[in-house]
């Protein structure tokens, strides 16, 4: 796993977890939920005291190599997530690749862990969804093949390793397009040299961070 960016310290999460103790597996599981919580927590709060300024401009270098990435690999069908709250925006990216005609998908959220994936045409068309997000209206989901997915996170490492919000969302999705392209985006101090995973989680292939 390569990232385009990273920070120049390197870091290596907080967590409490020492992998060299010999933890029975359930203990090991627990103390891997609980680290990751930890992380995310802090991973939330460093994201939200932000500096309004240098976030517009780390968010727009983030636009800028993202469409880089996704003209130069030559894809035509990129699944996004519509950001919300203290997210990267990307909605200038999104614009671009509507207007030069790329199919652009996004999840619409539903519960028990599932996201409806559904073709985005315009931003006046959009509609509410549950947990304060956004989806594209209309009642058909999209069912065709997904080249590239950007995908959001909190925390992501050297090895391809991401910790999302919690709920599984996307590592669930993202077993359904094992060759599709998984690309995370995020901020220096979200990148790590190592984060706690599990079996489960989905690595990802690269991450653009700024």
Do not use: W
């Not at 993202?174 to 995020?186: E, N, Q, R, T, Y």
Request: net charge negative; aromatic share 10%; glycine share 6%.
């Amino acid at each position: 796993m390569v990232s385009d960016r990273r920070s120049e310290d390197g870091q290596t999460a907080t967590i409490s977890t020492d992998f060299r103790l010999p933890l029975g597996r359930k203990q090991f599981a627990v103390k891997i939920r609980e680290d990751k919580i930890q992380l995310r927590v802090e991973m939330l709060r460093k994201r939200e005291e932000m500096d309004a300024a240098k976030k517009s401009v780390a968010d727009q270098k983030i636009c800028s190599l993202l469409e880089e990435k996704i003209r130069f690999s030559g894809v035509k069908v990129i699944h996004t997530y519509l950001p919300m709250d203290a997210e990267i925006n990307l909605f200038p990216l999104i614009e671009k690749l509507l207007i030069d005609e790329f199919t652009v998908i996004c999840p619409k959220v539903l519960r028990q862990r599932k996201l409806e994936n559904r073709v985005l045409r315009s931003f006046e068309e959009l509609e509410e969804g549950i947990y304060g997000t956004r989806h594209p209206m209309g009642d058909s989901a999209y069912l065709g093949t997904i080249d590239f997915f950007i995908v959001p996170g909190l925390a992501f490492d050297l090895q391809g390793n991401r910790i999302g919000y919690g709920a599984g969302y996307y590592d669930v999705m993202l077993a359904d397009f094992p060759s599709a392209h998984k690309c995370g985006v995020g901020y220096s101090f979200q990148l790590f040299n190592v984060i706690p995973a599990e079996p489960h989680d989905i690595k990802l292939d690269d991450v653009v961070i700024v």
